[in-house]
Nanobody, 125 residues
Framework: QVQLVESGGGSVQAGGSMTLSCAASGDIHGIYCMGWLRQSPGKEREGVAI???????SYADSVKERFTIWQNGAKNALYLQMNSLKPEDTAIYYC???????????????????RGQGTQVTVSS
């Protein structure tokens, strides 16, 4: 089992920045891919960004050039730097982990093996 705990959410004005963190514990050695997904009321769940065990990254078109995903060297922490935030970025953001490799952000959105409890991000105009 893998436990994921997100932190760093909150409220920010449009144009601002925020960094989310995710602490991973448990049997993390089996993880091949980690990422972030988000969900807001009335919208479908959306994969935001992924990073695989080789460092390959991919982003949803809606966040490209604004968000950056990375891990620490021990691969027990995941981060998401969010810049130029927009009101439409408002959502609950979840950290996710997969026991398989991933190619697109759809992998974390559809059926991750593990997911955290989420952290709220609110962007006001």
């Amino acid at each position: 089992q893998v436990q994921l705990v997100e932190s760093g959410g909150g409220s920010v004005q449009a144009g601002g920045s925020m960094t989310l963190s995710c602490a991973a514990s448990g049997d993390i050695h089996g993880i091949y891919c980690m990422g972030w997904l988000r969900q807001s009321p009335g919208k479908e769940r959306e994969g935001v960004a992924i990073i695989d065990s080789d460092g390959f990254t991919s982003y949803a078109d809606s966040v490209k050039e604004r968000f950056t995903i990375w891990q620490n060297g021990a691969k027990n922490a995941l981060y998401l730097q969010m810049n130029s935030l927009k009101p439409e970025d408002t959502a609950i953001y979840y950290c996710a982990a997969l026991l398989q490799s991933c190619i697109t952000t759809d992998y974390v959105a559809l059926d991750p093996d593990f997911r955290g409890q989420g952290t709220q991000v609110t962007v006001s105009s």
